[in-house]
């Protein structure tokens, strides 16, 4: 079994910063992919930043210059650090992983159970 845990959501006024954590534990070969989806208000989940199997990034155009998302893959660990926040960036916030739990096993997508972000104008 694995477990995603998230830290690092919370209240911010418009123009500041937050970082959040996502914390991989349990059964885990490797690590195919890892990144961040939000879902704001009445909207539907969208892919916010994320880690490819091969180590390239992808960011939504909304947040690029903004937000930067890294890794920690010893700690199996990504971060995303949220800067110039806008009120729009408003949202849960979902840690995503694709874990392989053996050698010969495919790639399973898990989920965090989500952070809330809000950002006040």
């Known amino acids: 079994q694995v477990h995603l845990v998230e830290s690092g959501g919370g209240l911010a006024q418009a123009g500041g910063s937050l970082r959040l954590s996502c914390v991989a534990s349990?059964?885990?070969?490797?690590?195919?992919?890892m990144g961040w989806y939000r879902q704001p208000p009445g909207k539907q989940r969208e892919l916010v930043a994320g880690?490819?199997?091969?180590?390239?990034?992808n960011y939504a155009d909304s947040v690029k210059g903004r937000f930067t998302i890294s890794r920690d893959s010893a700690k199996n660990t990504v971060y995303l650090q949220m800067n110039s926040l806008k009120p729009e960036d408003t949202a849960v916030y979902y840690c995503?992983?694709?874990?392989?739990?053996?050698?010969?096993?495919?790639?399973?997508?898990?989920w965090g159970e989500g952070t809330q972000v809000t950002v006040s104008s």
């Open positions: 995503y992983a694709q874990i392989r739990s053996g050698r010969y096993d495919n790639a399973i997508t898990y």
């Open positions: 349990g059964t885990i070969f490797s690590i195919n992919g």
């Open positions: 880690f490819t199997s091969g180590r390239s990034t």
